[in-house]
DNA sequence: AAGGAAACTGGACGGGTGTCAAGAAAACCT
DNA sequence: AGGTTTTCTTGACACCCGTCCAGTTTCCTT
């Protein structure tokens, strides 16, 4: 799909002068490229993190790197293809937290706390991380563009949220009440107030989010 | 706080030229000026909610209008200005619909059914001022200029969610179990979450909030 | 009807944007 | 070392942005 009629390049490729290519070229090379690709997304991510995506501009991005605004179109087609780079980048940090989260839990209670606190920790110290994801979320909503990949997040945070869920129920003995959609609404819906809360200033807002999130879990199942 | 030290302008004026000032000036002059603004705030709303905040300009807003892109800076001191007032027309729309779904409810079934089958519909129909709201509220968190009123806005929509369900734990002889903050947090989670699956296609997506939202009230209530 | 105020126009300005390309610099490979 | 390729810099381009303002039109008062 990505690399359609319209397109005259092997997908992955960026720039006119595009990155190494010939058949002898050892992959030290095409891996050192897809490394500074990611260095460079990262750099984005930050800024996008902290201005936000309507804001960020390829030289703001270019000025927390140690290189000029050009070279991001070496290693990337354009804009779109950069931020697209960026919000997969954000993925991989993201999911990563989540499978800390879930990892140490032996009980039902063990897991609850640790899920809730967990949850409560990013929120905190990821927090520009974080609004930056509402903020590509909604943009998502009028750019095409960023709707598949923002979809497919979506969806691995889902599975994430049903992960903790079902593992819950399993570990107390009970069933879950609803399905993997409406328990991931609700756990976003009390992490992004969170989230608003914490940001405008309000000293208890993780607190609160901890408290919700351990009393959500059993409300989402039945014995 | 509004117009503290920083402006030299009475609150509500917007431009050098400015509005109709003088003291033996009819109310119908100030209130054609008001007037004014309103009609140019829907156009902005209008499209705003078509191209979301990050692509809308003044010049893109004022075609949708009958003048030219200057009359702008006549009712509107900046882009913020005429934006916030957008926003705040947005809320004025929104309450107006909530209280709709709130008006027609004798008993407890009437009532879940009545806002559930409610926020189905308004997010069918209105759907990309919804969206714009979720997009204004990602802008918040970066642009502390649109945070206060937000904020408010956001207040208002919690205790209409709160009348909803304290009236619902009301008529069905039950009792809340979540405090207002929680109950708007998970039906917004909700609401967005439909949103996003049905302007993203998803045919269930409306159907499916009603069934959440219907199955959502007794869960945040108890005997 | 005339004069003045309000309402509106449309172009200009300075600045910022994404994109591109020509050339300098660095890295790499015989 | 010399030549080639990869990598990076720099400056330009065309465009769009918010803002401002001189001037025109419209409206209202007297």
Redesign the pocket.
Known sequence: MTNALNTDRPAGTA????????D???R??VD??AQ?RDQLAAAALQTLAELGYA??????I?QN??????????????????IIHCVKHYKAICVRRYDEILAASATAAELAEGFAAGLAVTAGQDATLHRLWYDMRSQSLFEPAFRADVLEIDDSLQRMIWRVVSRYAELSDRTPTVVPATAYAMFDGLFQHALLRHLAGAPDALDTLRAEALALLPRLTRD
Chains 1, 2 share one sequence.
Do not use: C, I, M, W
Not at 66 to 80: E, I, W
């Open positions: 720039t006119p002068s595009g990155p190494p290519n010939a002898r070229v050892s030290r090379q050192k490229f500074r804001r960020t501009s390829l030289r703001e270019a790197t140690d290189f000029s605004h050009g070279v991001l179109h070496y290693y990337f087609a354009d804009k779109v293809d950069l």
